[in-house]
């Protein structure tokens, strides 16, 4: 139970027994909404319970505060309660509570701030699922780093959590990939033939030709063109396939899942899915095409599921990857971490998992919007159309995986960022990733030089804790519990950037106002006790990098 849920506990007794006294009318069933204030002179929790309660109860809701306040049971965690204007339940920690939760934290260790929301719910997050006719870009490196880090925080509040890679391996750009390479390949060999408009320029498949050229000579020159097309096809996408693999890992991402659309026409799935949406009457014929009925379940409008010529859109292909997911491995929830160019899939997807049976809550489609590269002031420019791209190992390699994940965190997933290349390699504390872990490597040296000193704090009395800096690096780590429960219901990992800053500043604050390592004869004890904390605030913080996925340093 998080310090959150224990005082709402205690507040809702109150209310309770205050309906029971005949103070507040009985019958009323209301969430006390704890907020932590700004302003520290407000106590650490404030509850607008009285302001809501006043509509209910026609009176004033400071008075309901000063009600209230006396029925809140004694407790070893609250140090006080009072009512405050407008009308306010203003609650603040016991000092000495707050000391002894340092124990808490370090018996806990790198499993501290777990909870159990997930109550062992299997969840599945399927991310970056990038088109494998060519490199990863910039966009795909943001949602790779928002999925991931939602799936740590998943796990992290109890879910079973699974992490799949779409692989659109089937359909029209697979079809022009595998001949935008056959193209390559002829010219690598010193044919002059021309490459189709509707081809994809990159470079990358002038060297990945190159390189098939050099492995198997001209033994795709021997054979019939459509079979040269359909094997270099073949070679193309696993070697684009290997060098998604490489990229994601070197971000530092890691996938339990590689789904391949082509198996859903191998194994007869799709088949399977087109036939129960005809049986529940969901497709019609319409001008040669298969459509699907989605405006009667909620779409705009109705979409093709199969065009004139006979070949399934890319959208019949994800009804029937979402059949597989949700019906046919039964995965309770499933989360699609898509980028805004899918925002117009989201309503017809809802559509078909409704027509395939599936409530509602269990499928989540996450968007997170576009990115735009700085070099201090000047933008960089990408266009894919024209070849020119900036991938996401180009953007890895240069500032680095942990600038890569702290950066595409620390904005919502609906808003547009703009990442400063320039700001993510400096060395300083203007750049957040430095300071974060600058303020590990910072709490690390304290400990080894403790180590170094023989200085053994395991029985530290944690009593002698006092000082305002002292328990506000105590109140800052008792946040992460609260904030995995938030993040694991709103999907919102930003919040977890900024919080590791938060939490770095309060250690920052404590250092400079604490001597922790003291020569001093006579304060033996203390430093023992804030080798205590130190240590808490190191188990803490890298529990913080770890669910970013980023690495916390001993030394920088």
């Given at each position: 139970?998080?310090?959150?849920?224990?005082?709402?506990?205690?507040?809702i007794?109150?209310?309770?027994?205050?309906?029971?006294?005949?103070v507040?009318p009985?019958?009323?069933?209301?969430?006390?909404?704890?907020?932590?204030?700004?302003n520290?002179?407000?106590?650490?929790?404030?509850?607008?319970?009285?302001?809501?309660l006043?509509?209910?109860?026609?009176?004033n809701?400071?008075?309901?505060?000063?009600?209230?306040v006396p029925?809140?049971?004694?407790?070893?965690?609250?140090?006080?309660?009072?009512?405050a204007?407008?009308?306010?339940?203003?609650?603040?920690?016991s000092?000495?509570?707050?000391?002894?939760?340092?124990?808490?934290?370090?018996?806990?260790?790198?499993?501290?701030?777990?909870?159990?929301?997930?109550?062992?719910?299997s969840?599945?997050?399927?991310?970056?699922?990038?088109?494998?006719?060519?490199?990863?870009?910039v966009?795909?490196?943001?949602?790779?780093?928002?999925?991931?880090?939602?799936?740590?925080?998943?796990?992290?509040?109890?879910?079973r959590?699974?992490?799949e890679?779409?692989?659109?391996?089937?359909?029209?750009?697979?079809?022009?990939?595998?001949?935008?390479?056959?193209v390559?390949?002829?010219?690598?060999?010193?044919?002059?033939?021309?490459?189709?408009?509707t081809g994809?320029?990159?470079?990358?498949?002038?060297?990945?030709?190159?390189?098939?050229?050099?492995?198997?000579?001209?033994?795709?020159?021997?054979?019939?063109?459509?079979?040269a097309?359909?094997?270099?096809?073949?070679?193309?996408?696993?070697?684009?396939?290997?060098?998604?693999?490489?990229?994601?890992?070197?971000?530092?991402?890691?996938y339990?899942?590689?789904?391949?659309?082509?198996?859903?026409?191998?194994?007869?799935?799709?088949?399977?899915?087109?036939?129960?949406l005809?049986?529940?009457?969901?497709?019609?014929?319409?001008?040669?095409?298969?459509?699907?009925?989605s405006?009667?379940?909620?779409?705009?409008?109705?979409?093709?599921?199969?065009?004139?010529t006979?070949?399934?859109?890319y959208?019949?292909?994800?009804?029937?990857?979402?059949?597989?997911?949700?019906?046919?491995?039964?995965?309770?929830?499933?989360i699609?971490?898509?980028?805004?160019?899918?925002?117009?899939?989201?309503?017809?997807?809802?559509?078909?998992?409704?027509?395939?049976?599936?409530?509602?809550?269990?499928?989540?489609?996450l968007?997170?919007?576009l990115?735009?590269?700085?070099?201090?002031?000047?933008?960089?420019?990408?266009?894919?159309?024209?070849g020119?791209?900036?991938?996401?190992?180009?953007?890895?390699?240069?500032?680095?995986?942990?600038?890569c994940?702290?950066f595409?965190?620390?904005?919502?997933?609906?808003?547009?960022?703009?990442?400063?290349?320039?700001?993510?390699?400096?060395?300083?504390?203007?750049?957040?990733?430095?300071?974060?872990?600058?303020?590990?490597?910072?709490?690390?040296?304290?400990?080894?030089?403790?180590?170094?000193?023989?200085?053994a704090?395991?029985?530290?009395?944690?009593?002698?804790?006092?000082?305002?800096?002292?328990?506000?690096?105590?109140?800052?780590?008792?946040?992460?519990?609260?904030?995995?429960?938030?993040?694991?219901?709103?999907?919102?990992?930003h919040?977890?950037?900024?919080?590791?800053?938060?939490?770095?500043?309060?250690?920052h604050?404590?250092?400079?106002?604490?001597?922790?390592?003291?020569?001093?004869?006579?304060e033996?004890?203390?430093?023992?006790?804030?080798?205590?904390?130190?240590?808490?605030?190191?188990?803490?913080?890298a529990?913080?990098?770890?669910?970013?996925g980023?690495?916390?340093?001993?030394?920088?």
């Amino acid at each position: 139970m998080t310090v959150r849920d224990h005082i709402t506990k205690l507040l809702i007794e109150a209310l309770r027994q205050a309906e029971l006294s005949g103070v507040i009318p009985g019958g009323i069933a209301e969430d006390p909404v704890l907020e932590r204030p700004q302003n520290s002179d407000h106590g650490d929790f404030a509850s607008s319970l009285p302001l809501k309660l006043a509509r209910l109860v026609q009176r004033n809701p400071l008075a309901i505060a000063k009600a209230l306040v006396p029925y809140v049971p004694n407790d070893e965690v609250v140090d006080r309660v009072w009512a405050a204007p407008p009308g306010f339940v203003n609650v603040s920690l016991s000092g000495p509570w707050l000391a002894m939760q340092v124990d808490r934290i370090r018996e806990a260790g790198q499993t501290y701030g777990d909870i159990d929301l997930g109550a062992g719910i299997s969840v599945q997050v399927e991310f970056v699922s990038g088109n494998p006719t060519g490199p990863l870009q910039v966009g795909n490196a943001r949602g790779a780093v928002l999925g991931s880090t939602l799936a740590n925080i998943l796990e992290a509040s109890g879910h079973r959590v699974q992490r799949e890679y779409y692989i659109n391996d089937a359909g029209t750009q697979i079809d022009q990939f595998n001949r935008s390479l056959y193209v390559r390949y002829l010219q690598a060999c010193g044919k002059d033939v021309e490459f189709p408009h509707t081809g994809y320029p990159g470079s990358y498949l002038v060297d990945l030709s190159e390189e098939i050229r050099l492995e198997h000579g001209a033994r795709f020159l021997e054979i019939a063109d459509e079979e040269a097309v359909s094997e270099l096809g073949k070679l193309g996408l696993a070697r684009m396939l290997d060098t998604i693999r490489a990229d994601v890992e070197l971000l530092g991402v890691h996938y339990d899942t590689w789904f391949s659309e082509r198996s859903l026409f191998d194994n007869g799935l799709h088949k399977k899915t087109m036939d129960l949406l005809a049986a529940n009457g969901h497709l019609k014929e319409r001008d040669g095409a298969t459509w699907f009925s989605s405006a009667a379940l909620g779409d705009d409008r109705d979409n093709v599921l199969v065009r004139q010529t006979g070949a399934p859109t890319y959208f019949a292909s994800d009804i029937a990857y979402h059949y597989d997911k949700l019906v046919q491995r039964g995965i309770d929830w499933v989360i699609n971490v898509w980028g805004a160019d899918h925002q117009g899939h989201v309503q017809r997807m809802n559509a078909a998992a409704g027509a395939l049976g599936v409530k509602s809550n269990r499928l989540t489609m996450l968007i997170y919007q576009l990115v735009t590269l700085k070099r201090g002031d000047k933008l960089v420019k990408l266009s894919k159309r024209s070849g020119d791209i900036v991938t996401m190992r180009d953007l890895v390699e240069e500032v680095g995986p942990d600038a890569c994940r702290f950066f595409f965190l620390s904005r919502s997933a609906e808003s547009h960022m703009e990442f400063d290349l320039e700001l993510a390699k400096e060395q300083s504390a203007e750049n957040p990733v430095y300071y974060v872990q600058y303020a590990h490597a910072r709490i690390a040296g304290i400990v080894r030089l403790a180590q170094e000193r023989g200085i053994a704090f395991a029985e530290g009395d944690l009593s002698l804790l006092s000082h305002e800096a002292e328990l506000a690096l105590v109140r800052k780590m008792l946040v992460l519990p609260e904030l995995i429960e938030i993040m694991s219901s709103t999907l919102e990992p930003h919040h977890l950037p900024h919080y590791a800053q938060e939490l770095a500043t309060a250690f920052h604050w404590f250092y400079q106002q604490c001597r922790v390592v003291s020569a001093v004869e006579g304060e033996e004890e203390v430093t023992r006790a804030r080798l205590k904390l130190v240590d808490a605030a190191r188990i803490t913080l890298a529990r913080c990098l770890d669910l970013m996925g980023m690495d916390a340093p001993d030394r920088m």
